[in-house]
């Protein structure tokens, strides 16, 4: 998040073009890949997912528009606990990522299908280290399973798309051991829902929402799942 403000400054100072292709590398998160070969049905009320991708701000907005999903934390995951602020994260020595921790009824949305909505519209999981104008291994692609049988899913999904040649590029996204899942500090969480037209929000992080809606309209859900009241 270090480089954030640096990005508003630029965006609202730079020419058109250099703010619409900000803009357009955002856009391209909206790509038409194939379902996990490998999904096993989970019967249980309810399942928890963590996920790496960039900053948690679109994370977050993206999964709570998804129906299905009954709550979504931004966080950290990767490191310890002592080292999961905002303040530490951002010196990029902790391990952490940003994260989302994403709870969900499997019997609506299974745990294959949040992956695939992952890997189409939520970030771009050739990126190493990096997501947009973020760099630094808090930014990185992971999946931190919370099952042995969420880790085989992940695992295999991500041999089966770059099998197929979904990306021009590799896949990123590593499957990490899960150590622990820390929320992040109140101001950031539905910080895409409360501030709409934060620039870095609009350039960025409302094309993921504007993907979703286009690639999974049948996921879609106007209204988000908030931690906190407008």
């Known amino acids: 998040m270090k480089f954030r403000t640096a990005l508003i400054i630029a965006v609202l100072t730079a020419p058109l073009s250099a703010a619409l292709f900000s803009f357009s590398r955002a856009s391209d998160l909206d790509r038409q890949i194939p379902a996990p070969a490998s999904d096993p049905a989970n019967t249980a009320a309810s399942e928890t997912a963590v996920l790496a991708g960039g900053c948690f701000w679109g994370q977050q907005g993206v999964f709570e528009h998804v129906k299905g999903v009954t709550r979504v934390v931004a966080g950290y995951s990767g ?9 530490m994260v951002t010196t990029e020595t902790t391990g952490h990522a940003e994260s989302v921790q994403i709870t969900f009824d499997p019997k609506l949305v299974s745990y294959g299908r ?24 808090s930014y990185r692609t992971a999946i931190f399973p919370q099952s042995p049988a969420q880790a085989a899913t992940a695992r295999a999904y991500i041999a089966q798309l ?24 109140g101001y950031h969480q539905d910080f895409l829902t409360l501030n709409p037209t934060y620039p870095y929000i609009v350039y960025n992080d409302l094309p993921k929402l504007a993907a979703l809606k286009k690639v999974w309209p049948q996921y879609w859900r106007e209204q988000p799942v908030l931690l906190t009241r407008k």
């Open 79 to 87: 490191g310890e606990a002592k080292t999961a602020t905002y303040d």
């Open 162 to 185: 770059d099998k197929a040649h979904v990306y021009p590029r590799a896949i990123a996204t590593r499957v990490e051991a899960f150590k622990g899942f820390y929320p992040a500090e």
């Open 114 to 137: 949040l992956l695939q909505i992952f890997f189409s519209v939520a970030h771009d999981p050739t990126e190493i280290n990096r997501q947009g104008p973020d760099e630094g291994t």
